[in-house]
């Protein structure tokens, strides 16, 4: 029903910034959640930062202050702007939604972070 495609993911430099997004689309009625996981190469997958139901945001406590979360429900897009990065957070990052008591997630794209 609602697929996500993720996108700007990469290369960067310790203390660079990337800017990921995460567009929608499908059958889209009422979200309940959408955020981002990551997963490092050989761990668990995550939660990095999400809108809750009611629409306010936890971050994990090793991005707070350096990642934000928005969204522009106008193009079903979910964004995360990443700063200061450093090697531990290299991952595949993926998008996730839940609408309707299910669970839906992006395809990944991979953040790679260089001393």
């Known amino acids: 029903q609602v697929q996500l495609v993720e996108s700007g993911g990469g290369l960067v430099q310790a203390g660079g910034s990337l800017r990921l997004s995460c567009a929608a689309s499908?059958?889209?009625?009422?979200?309940?959640?959408m955020g981002w996981y990551r997963q490092p190469a050989g761990k668990q997958r995550e939660l990095v930062a999400a809108?809750?139901?009611?629409?306010?945001?936890n971050y994990a406590d090793s991005v707070k202050g350096r990642f934000t979360i928005s969204r522009d429900n106008a193009k079903n897009t979910v964004y995360l702007e990443m700063n200061r990065l450093q090697p531990e957070d290299t991952a595949v990052y993926y998008c996730?939604?839940?609408?309707?008591?299910?669970?839906?997630w992006g395809q990944g794209t991979q953040v790679t972070v260089s001393s």
């Open positions: 996730y939604a839940r609408q309707r008591g299910y669970d839906y």
């Open positions: 809108f809750t139901n009611f629409g306010s945001r």
């Open positions: 499908g059958t889209i009625f009422a979200i309940n959640a």
